[in-house]
DNA sequence: TTTGATGCAAACTTTTTGCAGCTAC
DNA sequence: GTAGCTGCAAAAAGTTTGCATCAAA
């Protein structure tokens, strides 16, 4: 764990948003303005990797980072590309997933968010 | 309706196959040589906006995209991304919209298929 | 001390765009 | 005839990588 990779990892764990790999790199350049946009990048692999965060990709925009590591569905503005979680009630996705071998799952609901309805 | 555009729609039509715009691009070419990868992408994009198409954003990997403009859900193979289209159980998503203007949703299911099982 | 990480810069992949000429309607 | 489309080529956006140096365990 350098410096670098915890304050990346730290960024991510403070607040619920989910941030852009840009967005993460500026926050942490304001802390340490030394800090490579490749170092970002590489970083925020191995803390996929290693699952410590997760990677969302996201519809034309860049891909964000979740500190809840649990799998859950997203609700996305498609106005902002704000993204919060949501809860997965128990047992949701089984009249879908029975007799196939799921190993993960990825759901976006889509909505305009308050803010963006103006 | 350009001759390129009919091309590039007439592929999409004629297999169930979830395919990337440089696969498209290479199939579409092979009937018409001088056809230009921009020519593609902006199609795609014009199908696209006129709902005749539907665009899918992959992980890690290059948007493909489906004849089925119906929304549902969709099983992804980990290892190849190979794609299928699956049914939504009526009301399955019910407990998770309830209370939020949802506009859309994205599902995807991810396994890994029996090709890449070996 | 040595394994792995960094900063930098260049490269890569996917997609978009400016432009001059061409084509469908 | 003209609005919109094409091919081409260059550029954009997001991300990855090679390399020499540096720092953490």
Same mark, same amino acid.
């Given at each position: 764990? @350098? %410096? ?14 989910? *941030? @852009?790999?840009e967005?993460?790199?500026?926050l942490? *350049?304001?802390e340490?303005?030394s ?6 990048? %590489? ?5 996929? *990797? ?16 979740d500190?809840? %590591? ?12 704000r ?13 879908? @997933? ?21």
């Amino acid at each position: 764990m @350098t %410096r670098q990779r915890q304050l990346i990892y730290n960024i991510i764990r403070a607040a619920p948003e989910h *941030r @852009t790999a840009e967005e993460i790199y500026d926050l942490a *350049r304001s802390e340490m303005p030394s800090l490579a946009r490749g170092t970002v990048y %590489r970083n925020l692999g191995v803390l996929v *990797r290693d699952g410590r965060i997760r990677k969302l990709e996201m519809a034309d925009a860049p891909a964000r980072y979740d500190r809840e %590591r649990r799998p859950h569905p997203h609700l996305v503005c498609e106005k902002c590309g704000r993204v919060t979680d949501l809860i997965m009630p128990e047992g949701l996705l089984d009249p879908l @997933t029975a007799g196939l071998a799921v190993t993960g799952y990825d759901l976006k609901l889509y909505h305009v968010c308050p803010a963006c309805r103006g």
